[in-house]
């Protein structure tokens, strides 16, 4: 490793420790030999996500920057932590990698994307979904939001719990968008 401030190839590692949230990187503390001064460097695996097939069938490289913008796109001003996002989208790269495979499409990820905003907030699921869905008239939107609502009320009447009658309807919603899909394919 280079001395960042003299450029010396000649440096020794003074500290190593495991870092990161789950250990999964080592931070280690280097002192270069010839102009003495300290610095530090940080080890982590460097994973290969697949390929990511779009609709119009162009193959992108997977971006996690994109992936992070959506999400921050459909939770602008709801009550969610970045840290919520951040764990969202760990879970989201850990379904990419065990695919094991070299292409996934956009709608597979769209797909789990879905399902984390459906756990994270109810309205940003809508958001995310009258976008991925292609809501193409206002009655789109209210028939979404109207499985919502329905579920919830008969659920009340009955005696069950509000959030298992809205994960019903949340559920409708993502059949609905799944049958969708494949009609398109």
Same mark, same amino acid.
């Given at each position: 490793?280079?001395?960042?401030?003299?450029?010396?190839?000649?440096?020794?590692?003074?500290?190593?420790?495991?870092?990161?949230?789950?250990?999964?990187?080592?931070?280690?503390?280097?002192?270069?030999?010839?102009?003495?001064?300290?610095?530090?460097?940080?080890?982590?695996?460097?994973?290969?996500?697949?390929?990511?097939?779009?609709?119009?069938?162009?193959?992108?490289?997977?971006?996690?920057?994109?992936?992070?913008?959506?999400?921050?796109?459909?939770?602008?001003?709801?009550?969610?932590?970045?840290? =919520?996002? &951040?764990?969202?989208?760990?879970?989201?790269?850990?379904?990419?990698?065990?695919?094991?495979?070299?292409?996934?499409?956009?709608?597979?990820?769209?797909?789990?994307?879905?399902?984390?905003?459906? =756990?994270?907030?109810?309205?940003?699921?809508?958001?995310?979904?009258?976008?991925?869905?292609?809501?193409?008239?206002?009655?789109?939107?209210?028939?979404?939001?109207? &499985?919502?609502?329905?579920?919830?009320?008969?659920?009340?009447?009955?005696?069950?719990?509000?959030?298992?009658?809205?994960?019903k309807a949340q559920d409708k919603v993502q059949d609905r968008a799944q049958d969708k899909t494949q009609d398109k394919a």
């Amino acid at each position: 490793m280079k001395c960042p401030y003299c450029g010396n190839a000649d440096t020794q590692v003074v500290d190593s420790r495991t870092s990161g949230d789950h250990g999964d990187a080592v931070r280690r503390r280097r002192q270069c030999g010839a102009c003495h001064k300290r610095f530090t460097t940080y080890e982590q695996v460097e994973l290969s996500f697949p390929a990511v097939v779009k609709k119009n069938g162009a193959r992108v490289e997977y971006k996690r920057s994109k992936l992070l913008g959506s999400l921050n796109l459909a939770l602008r001003k709801r009550p969610v932590t970045s840290e =919520q996002i &951040d764990q969202a989208i760990a879970r989201i790269e850990e379904k990419l990698i065990g695919l094991a495979q070299r292409e996934v499409t956009s709608d597979t990820i769209g797909q789990w994307v879905m399902a984390e905003l459906k =756990q994270l907030d109810p309205v940003a699921y809508i958001r995310f979904a009258s976008v991925y869905n292609s809501f193409e008239d206002l009655q789109s939107f209210a028939d979404a939001i109207g &499985d919502f609502l329905k579920p919830a009320k008969r659920g009340r009447a009955q005696g069950n719990a509000q959030g298992t009658a809205q994960e019903k309807a949340q559920d409708k919603v993502q059949d609905r968008a799944q049958d969708k899909t494949q009609d398109k394919a």
